[in-house]
């Protein structure tokens, strides 16, 4: 306490008195010598029932600010709120600035503080995020699959607009399986970034998890939008007046409750994507949607498989062009917008914001399988499970409403508009359940 204060006070500390300046530094090394000694097992109380518990990046700070780098101090103060909180980091920006009073230092401590260096910044790297943060993950992840079942079993069901029948209880059940194969893919989504944000912050600064926060946040985002816009963009053509299978979705507190479920998941991976970006990206914020932009394309362009020759590699390569391109259509006009949901105008253009993130497992996918990974990687097996049981629930319902439903052809007015893209759709998505394993070639 009595360093900190008397450091942070001082107006001028290259000028203050000899025996100051070596009380502080005296000080400081005593501190910082009692938590190397103590380790890990030395726990200080601090305010709101928080514990200091001095752990190397912080306590390797006294050696490290030796050496009169920015790039230093910066590392050390950040490993240190990682480990500790932002008070934390604080004390040893004060305790580095002490320190560095000291004019000339011995050659074996500049030594020393050089091997710090890398620990700290190692540290730094490797620091984990809050814990709540995968438990935030979680919940959001409940309260968007729960806000699509609502839309689903609302939208997609009888007197939706009133009057309006299902041609058979098949028609409606088999409608709605179909919608909740996307359920899959939220689960893995989340599941994934919840499971990295146990790990460190560089875990979710990798590509994988990049890509599937923004894909999130971008099926989030366009979600809300969807919901505040149902009711036109639901209607029916024809009818006098408009009515519009969303139109229950009136202002109220349903429709700000399911905003506010897409907008969470958006804002959580939205916030998560602009955190784990490289430090100097952060500070300059409007580098952020030039960094996005130049990483979509690059990734549009790195579709194509690098061996063609492997079956898994061209399977993942592919279906992130389909789920790509289903996406697109979904965002044009009636009828195309019902490939490949199957549900006419009301979740088409809503279940485009699953197929954009069945895109981004995908890719991420061919990717782990380029670099060898698919099959060890726990991170990869998760999106593997999420695409095939998205596949099987939506080749199940796709089955039923083909040869189950009495009412195909004739209650499926979009999809036979457009007999080619429906089929081939259904083609692309049943090769999701192809197995991840190549199979040995005999010689």
């Known amino acids: 306490a009595v360093w900190t204060l008397g450091c942070a006070c001082l107006p001028a500390p290259h000028k203050a008195p000899p025996m100051l300046r070596a009380l502080l530094v005296a000080l400081a090394l005593a501190s910082a010598s009692a938590g190397l000694i103590q380790g890990p097992d030395l726990r200080l109380p601090l305010s709101g029932g928080r514990v200091f518990r001095p752990t190397h990046s912080s306590l390797l700070a006294a050696s490290a600010t030796n050496v009169r780098s920015g790039d230093v101090l910066a590392a050390t103060a950040k490993a240190s709120e990682c480990d500790n909180g932002p008070m934390i980091g604080n004390l040893v920006k004060v305790a580095a600035g002490a320190w560095m009073l000291l004019p000339n230092m011995p050659p074996h401590v500049g030594k020393q503080a050089d091997a710090a260096v890398g620990k700290i910044k190692e ?84 590509p994988t998890c990049r890509r599937l926060n923004l894909a999130l946040a971008t099926a989030g985002l366009g979600s809300a939008v969807w919901v505040n816009f149902a009711p036109l963009i639901t209607q029916i053509p024809g009818t006098t007046p408009l009515v519009a299978h969303a139109g229950w979705l009136v202002p109220g ?37 030039g960094r996005v932009a130049d990483g979509v394309a690059k990734s549009v362009l790195s579709i194509l498989p690098k061996d063609i020759n492997n079956p898994v590699n061209v399977k993942y390569s592919l279906l992130t062009a389909s789920f790509i391109v289903f996406t697109g259509l979904q965002l044009g006009s009636h009828p195309l917008s019902v490939v490949p949901s199957w549900t006419g105008r009301r979740c088409a253009r809503h279940f485009g914001a699953w197929t954009l993130l069945a895109a981004a497992q995908s890719f991420d996918l061919k990717e782990a399988c380029e670099k060898g990974k698919l099959l060890t990687d726990p991170y990869a097996r998760k999106l593997s499970n999420g695409i095939k049981a998205f596949g099987s629930v939506y080749l199940a319902a796709t089955f039923g409403k083909v040869f189950l439903d009495p009412s195909f052809p004739a209650a499926y007015h979009a999809v036979v508009m457009v007999p080619a893209w429906s089929a081939f759709a259904v083609a692309l998505i049943s090769y999701t359940l192809r197995p991840d394993a190549v199979p040995a070639v005999k010689k």
């Open 123 to 206: 540290a730094a790297a490797n620091c984990k995020p809050p814990a709540v943060l995968a438990n935030a993950y979680r919940a959001c992840g409940i309260a968007t699959t729960a806000a699509w079942g609502k839309i689903v079993l609302e939208t997609i069901a009888s007197n939706a607009p009133k009057g309006m029948m299902m041609p058979s209880y098949q028609h409606g059940l088999f409608a709605r399986m179909g919608s909740f194969a996307a359920v899959p893919l939220i689960y893995s989504a989340v599941s994934t970034l919840a499971s990295a944000s146990n790990e460190s912050w560089e875990k979710l600064g990798s």
């Open 253 to 289: 507190p349903t429709k700000v409750a399911l905003m506010a479920a897409y907008s969470a998941t958006a804002a959580l991976s939205a916030g998560v994507f602009a955190r784990s970006l490289p430090e100097d990206v952060r500070k300059n914020p409007l580098s952020i949607p």
